[in-house]
């Protein structure tokens, strides 16, 4: 019942950015954490950030950390990953999810997906 969409997935350069946003429908945003996952070719698909509910509290894995950024917007729906400092090793397919569980760490009990879209970074 609740469909998130993500979006601004592409093609870039080993050091460049980009920003992924994900929309998700429905009237309870505001009551899920939500997770931004990946999956790289022949690997698991891995947790690598979570934002709470109200955009106060941020976890990042350490592959990640320092370069990308994660936030929300409840009024619109909507959370986003910025993602600075690409390196070739960020290509992935990106995925958001939502929890109704309060942790940001946990890495399971996500119970709504997005399609996913491709991030593939060139050196």
């Known amino acids: 019942q609740v469909q998130l969409v993500e979006s601004g997935g592409g093609l870039v350069q080993a050091g460049g950015s980009l920003r992924l946003s994900c929309a998700v429908s429905?009237?309870?945003?505001?009551?899920?954490?939500m997770g931004w996952f990946r999956q790289a070719p022949g690997k698991e698909r891995e947790l690598i950030g979570a934002v709470s509910r109200s955009g106060g509290s941020t976890y990042y894995d350490d592959a990640v950390k320092g370069r990308f950024s994660i936030s929300r917007d409840n009024a619109k729906n909507t959370v986003y990953l910025q993602m600075n400092s690409l390196k070739p090793e960020d290509t992935a397919v990106y995925y958001c999810a939502a929890s109704r569980a309060l942790s940001i760490t946990w890495q399971t009990g996500y119970e709504f997906w997005g399609q996913g879209t491709q991030v593939t970074v060139s050196s």
């Open positions: 429905g009237r309870s945003f505001s009551t899920y954490t």
